[in-house]
């Protein structure tokens, strides 16, 4: 179950990555192109992380501190993937 | 503009032909504008013509109104045309060939105002998206045209 967790968060931050880069090329530079070059920095370093994580935990008894660092991570890939939504909403917008 | 009427002095004395006609249309209250219209006379003439008669007392000055006063002169807006070059030109000077992509949201405003709104509004997107020297520049240009 634990490992479920991981790989999910893992997946997510994933998906998260590519459309981070997607995103980039949309707005090549400016406010939102600066940070988006830190966050889809940061996101790939995550997702180095939690790859490393589920390597780690792999095969491992069940304990409650891997349960919630394993929420910890699956809900912080939510988090990412809700901040490049918000982002991608406001390109939208001034697209439109 | 000056408003005659003949005096309740006779006409005792010969007028000219100008003097006559011009004498002959003050029987009712009439202005110096409509007797330049009835008889074709040039409006410098006219007012020597009619200062003559009210010198000799045959007409009357019922009312003058000051002359206009000239407009102060507003600062001018460029036209359409020339502030969308100097517009696409700052664009193509910040950001070259990428000026490109977003020529059209000039090209597509019909009046002053719509230009004015796009210009900013581009301008606030180059910041968020493109380039934030691009966007400074363009909206310091945007400003010194419509403010």
């Known amino acids: 179950m634990v490992q479920a967790l991981i790989v ?3 997946l997510v931050m994933t998906y998260n990555v590519f459309t981070g880069l997607q995103m980039r090329r949309e707005a090549p530079g400016g406010i939102i192109g600066e940070r988006l070059s830190q966050l889809n920095l940061f996101i790939g370093f995550f997702t180095l992380g939690y790859l490393g994580v589920a390597l780690l935990v ?4 069940v304990d409650l501190l891997l349960v919630v660092v394993a929420l910890i991570l699956l809900f912080g890939s939510i988090f990412v993937l809700l901040v490049l939504r918000l982002v991608q909403a406001v390109l939208k917008a001034l697209g439109g | 503009m000056r408003i005659y009427r003949q005096s309740s002095k006779p006409l005792d ?15 009712q209250e009439v202005s110096d504008v409509v007797l330049a219209q009835r008889t074709g006379l040039a409006l410098d003439r006219l007012s020597e013509i009619l ?22 002169p507003t600062p001018s807006r460029p036209d359409l045309a020339e502030a969308k070059a100097q517009l696409v030109q700052t664009l193509q000077h910040t950001l070259g060939r990428q000026a490109s992509r977003y020529l059209a949201e000039i090209e597509a405003a019909t009046s002053l105002s719509e230009l004015e ?22 909206e310091a240009h945007a400003n010194a045209l419509f403010k």
Not at chain 2, 122 to 134: F, G, H, M, N
């Open chain 2, 117 to 138: 709104e796009r210009a900013l509004k581009l301008a606030l997107k180059l910041r968020l998206t493109v380039s934030q020297e691009a966007a400074q520049a363009l």
């Open chain 1, 58 to 61: 792999w095969g491992r008894a």
């Open chain 2, 13 to 27: 004395e010969l007028l000219g032909r100008e003097e006559r006609l011009v004498y002959a249309l003050c029987q």
């Open chain 2, 51 to 72: 200062e003559g008669l009210e010198a000799k007392g045959l007409l009357e000055l019922l009312a003058a109104t000051p002359p206009e006063q000239p407009q102060p």
């Open chain 1, 8 to 10: 999910l968060g893992l």
